[in-house]
């Protein structure tokens, strides 16, 4: 069977050649590695399009499973979003994703909901419809990494994005408004995608035990040192704005002047202090 490629499968760049060639060459010498199969729904690619192609120029067979919104959870293009965090694509380039992504989304909130899937705040998704619109061949430049799509946003001179109406407006865990300089980084989802691939690790361990290959995994140990690393990066993860009034030439003890905290150091706000930012 022919699959053709989902649309939103589409919207993800193209592995770059180097990558290509060496999926290519550990294709001919292992064959298809059949814990990574090729995703398909309705006759079409959600997630693999670059290990179909290499499996078909290596002339070795593709593994195929079908998506189901039981095991892949909710609906194909968030999936494919989810699949596809796991390559490097700076934020700009995921905006750009998600303004073809908003497109493509019917409904309300169109281009909220795709920020969110992606991982981008609404604004980077406004801007990058902007360049879009004004200059595909800018619109290029930020999806090939060349350029950031802030930048670029400046250069098409693009108008402002509409004011901050309720739905755009990012925030934090506890309910506060992120400022726009730190939108980016409490939308960056790379360090929960960190938590996903510490899960499959572990359960790659688990796998590995029950083909007898790791016998001598200590899954308990395994299990508990796993925990701890994603405790680790949960804990370095922005939880919320600093609430603490920041004075010129002071720097603030609670966030270093960054301007956002942890959640452990939000836990060691004192109440008064919490409610007063509100
Ligand atoms: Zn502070």
Same mark, same amino acid.
């Given at each position: 069977?022919? %699959?053709?490629?989902?649309? !939103? #499968?589409?919207?993800?760049?193209?592995?770059?050649?180097?990558?290509f060639? /060496?999926?290519?060459?550990?294709?001919?010498?292992?064959?298809?590695?059949? *814990?990574? $199969?090729?995703?398909?729904?309705?006759?079409?690619?959600l997630?693999?399009?670059?290990? /179909?192609?290499?499996?078909? &120029? !290596?002339?070795?067979?593709?593994?195929y499973?079908?998506?189901?919104?039981?095991?892949?959870?909710?609906?194909?293009?968030?999936?494919?979003?989810?699949?596809?965090?796991r *390559?490097?694509?700076?934020?700009? +380039?995921? &905006?750009?994703?998600?303004?073809?992504? !908003?497109?493509?989304?019917?409904?309300?909130k169109?281009? /909220?909901?795709? !920020?969110?899937?992606?991982?981008?705040?609404?604004?980077?998704? %406004?801007?990058?419809?902007?360049? +879009?619109? =004004?200059?595909?061949?800018?619109?290029?430049?930020?999806?090939?990494?060349?350029?950031t799509?802030?930048a =670029?946003?400046?250069?098409?001179?693009? $108008?402002?994005?509409?004011?901050?109406?309720?739905?755009?407006?990012?925030?934090?865990?506890?309910? *506060?408004?992120?400022?726009?300089?730190?939108?980016?980084?409490?939308?960056?989802?790379?360090?929960s995608?960190?938590?996903?691939?510490?899960? +499959?690790?572990?359960?790659?361990?688990?796998?590995? &035990?029950?083909q007898?290959?790791?016998? *001598?995994?200590?899954? +308990?140990?395994?299990?508990? /040192?796993?925990?701890?690393?994603?405790?680790?990066?949960?804990?370095?993860? $922005?939880?919320?704005? #600093? $609430? %603490?009034?920041?004075?010129p030439?002071?720097?603030?003890?609670?966030?270093?002047?960054?301007?956002?905290?942890?959640?452990?150091?939000?836990?060691?706000?004192?109440?008064?202090?919490?409610?007063?930012?509100?």
């Amino acid at each position: 069977m022919i %699959y053709s490629i989902h649309p !939103a #499968c589409a919207l993800y760049p193209d592995m770059l050649e180097g990558e290509f060639y /060496e999926l290519l060459t550990s294709m001919q010498t292992h064959g298809f590695d059949s *814990r990574f $199969p090729v995703i398909v729904h309705g006759g079409m690619i959600l997630d693999g399009r670059h290990r /179909e192609k290499a499996a078909r &120029a !290596a002339g070795v067979e593709a593994v195929y499973h079908e998506w189901s919104p039981e095991t892949e959870g909710d609906d194909p293009a968030s999936f494919i979003a989810r699949a596809n965090c796991r *390559r490097s694509l700076t934020p700009s +380039q995921r &905006a750009m994703v998600a303004q073809k992504l !908003a497109a493509m989304l019917k409904g309300d909130k169109a281009v /909220e909901r795709a !920020a969110k899937v992606v991982g981008v705040s609404p604004r980077a998704v %406004y801007q990058a419809q902007a360049v +879009q619109k =004004a200059s595909p061949e800018i619109a290029e430049q930020v999806r090939a990494g060349k350029t950031t799509v802030s930048a =670029a946003a400046r250069k098409v001179k693009s $108008p402002p994005p509409p004011p901050p109406d309720e739905d755009q407006v990012i925030e934090d865990q506890t309910g *506060r408004v992120v400022p726009e300089s730190l939108e980016q980084l409490f939308c960056d989802g790379r360090l929960s995608h960190l938590c996903t691939k510490l899960t +499959q690790a572990e359960s790659d361990a688990k796998d590995l &035990a029950v083909q007898k290959i790791g016998v *001598r995994l200590n899954l +308990q140990a395994i299990h508990a /040192e796993i925990l701890s690393a994603k405790r680790l990066v949960a804990n370095a993860a $922005p939880f919320a704005v #600093c $609430p %603490y009034p920041h004075v010129p030439n002071q720097k603030c003890k609670a966030c270093d002047d960054h301007g956002w905290l942890t959640e452990l150091a939000w836990k060691a706000v004192p109440t008064e202090i919490k409610g007063a930012a509100k």
